[in-house]
């Protein structure tokens, strides 16, 4: 003890922050998915509230120029979190094994990670813009509100990159709960300046894109204050901020797999969405309703997704090998058991979802088809994202980045280019998205059952003490048994 006392967080906030090495583990699932399933919920309402009063209040051009642009924000900001899913990884482990000096460490090369990413992707954003939105073969009518939405977008995009990892942080120690808050008032804040801005002062496109951009950054400040405050290893202080190479190293092992994975998938569907574009604005706009839809359906195993990871993490982290396999076997479970009841209601009332979204019958007709030629596929999602979810959280994102590409870019571009060849149907054209999802599930089941991924040692474990244990021993077997 160097003789200076530590001032603890509120008794309040330190149950906030969830130690997964001990307890119930389908309990701890539970309790940390929740949080962020809301949190997902809100999240999603950002570019729904857009769609929606652009839908409605708009035209229909404009409501397909917002809906077109998903692809090219998901491709800078899906690396962004593929990287900050690096970040968090490692933040979990030194957190499941105590190690208070090097979590603070860790925390600081993050922010300044972030900074520079910021700088990086402002620019990359408002310049690409006008290239990218041709390159999808976007209709004439279309091209200038979706340039308009995506220069705004990336202008302010600094709030959601802010956010991401702020709340990323919080998650790694086990704190889903103030994430989810923030995200509540950064919602309900978008839906009030979209009304305001779009009803009220007639600014169409550009409306809602500052008010995206707007109720970002208070998320990002609400996030950004709690870490200042807080006094804990996690904290953030300006004193300590300082890049440690070798734990951006750490990072960037698993972030940067992890980020071309998102990033090159998330690209390539500017492709698929060319060939989207080929069907016409209505189908265009068809597609937009059912991809609402579709997130929100998705949001639940999303959600388990990324409580497994910080689960494994944590445990892996403390060494408890076991119990880490044991809660992605878990989380597989639950994630599957919640879609298969999501995907019956949605095909039932799938016209009735798209009219909340585009009164138009074409649009309608589209978006219900897709709906329900599509949604009973959502069960091998749960797969592929349960398992890649576990392996990266014990530090190994190279294999799944490797698997999900071939299946969601390789394999999807390729049986594109060979549908459409030899036909015009968009029946086609829409199952390739479950065509890569069969492929992808398929490879990580093999992976995750026949490769050693629960032995990566990212991060080196304080010597051992009496608290830990053989993660192979009976001891350890009989806690098992007992936390479920």
């Not at 593929?82 to 482990?93: D, E, K, N, R, W």
């Not at 900074?115 to 041709?134: C, D, E, H, S, Y």
Request: aromatic content about 12%; proline content about 3%; some cysteine.
């Amino acid at each position: 003890m160097n003789g200076v006392i530590q001032k603890k967080e509120p008794e309040s906030i330190q149950k906030k922050v969830k130690d997964m090495t001990e307890g119930n583990i389908v309990k701890l699932l539970i309790s940390f998915a929740i949080p962020l399933l809301l949190g997902n919920l809100f999240q999603q309402l950002y570019n729904t509230v857009d769609t929606f009063v652009v839908g409605n209040f708009v035209s229909n051009e404009a409501y397909a120029a917002v809906g077109n642009t998903g692809p090219i924000i998901n491709t800078l900001i899906g690396f962004f979190s593929g990287l900050a899913t690096g970040a968090g990884v490692v933040i979990s482990q030194y957190n499941g094994a105590k190690d208070e000096k090097n979590v603070r460490r860790a925390v600081h090369t993050t922010l300044i990670m972030t900074i520079g990413l910021i700088i990086l992707f402002t620019v990359l954003g408002i310049v690409m813009a006008p290239a990218m939105v041709k390159l999808m073969k976007t209709p004439d009518e279309v091209v200038n509100d979706a340039v308009k939405y995506l220069t705004i977008y990336f202008a302010g995009v600094a709030g959601l990159m802010i956010y991401n990892v702020g709340a990323g942080i919080l998650r790694a120690i086990g704190d889903s709960r103030r994430p989810f808050y923030f995200l509540v008032v950064s919602a309900l804040t978008n839906v009030a300046l979209d009304l305001l801005f779009v009803l009220g002062f007639r600014m169409g496109v550009e409306g809602v894109a500052y008010a995206t951009v707007i109720s970002q950054a208070i998320s990002a400040i609400l996030v950004m204050i709690t870490l200042f405050r807080s006094k804990e290893s996690y904290g953030v202080a300006l004193k300590y901020f300082k890049c440690d190479f070798s734990i951006l190293f750490k990072i960037f092992k698993v972030g940067l797999p992890a980020a071309l994975q998102m990033a090159v998938t998330s690209f390539s569907n500017v492709f698929v969405q060319s060939y989207i574009n080929n069907f016409g604005t209505d189908f265009m706009s068809g597609y937009t309703s059912y991809s609402k839809i579709d997130q929100f359906v998705l949001l639940p195993m999303q959600s388990v997704s990324l409580a497994s990871t910080t689960f494994v993490g944590q445990n892996l982290g403390a060494g408890y090998k076991q119990r880490a396999k044991k809660g992605a076997n878990i989380s597989l479970l639950m994630s599957m058991t919640i879609t298969a009841v999501l995907i019956i209601p949605v095909m039932i009332f799938a016209p009735s979802l798209v009219r909340f979204f585009n009164k138009s019958d074409a649009v309608v007709e589209y978006g219900s088809f897709l709906l329900r030629f599509i949604s009973p596929f959502y069960i091998l999602c749960c797969v592929n994202q349960i398992y890649s979810g576990a392996v990266r959280g014990a530090g190994k994102s190279t294999a799944p980045m490797i698997i999900m590409l071939s299946s969601f870019v390789a394999f999807r571009q390729a049986y594109l280019a060979v549908v459409s060849a030899l036909s015009s149907s968009y029946v086609l054209v829409a199952f390739a998205y479950p065509a890569g999802w069969i492929l992808c599930s398929t490879l990580m089941i093999i992976y995750y059952f026949f490769s050693k991924w629960e032995n990566a040692e990212l991060i080196k474990r304080p010597t051992v003490t009496e608290h830990e244990y053989d993660p192979d021993d009976d001891k350890l077997n009989k806690k098992l048994n007992a936390d479920l």
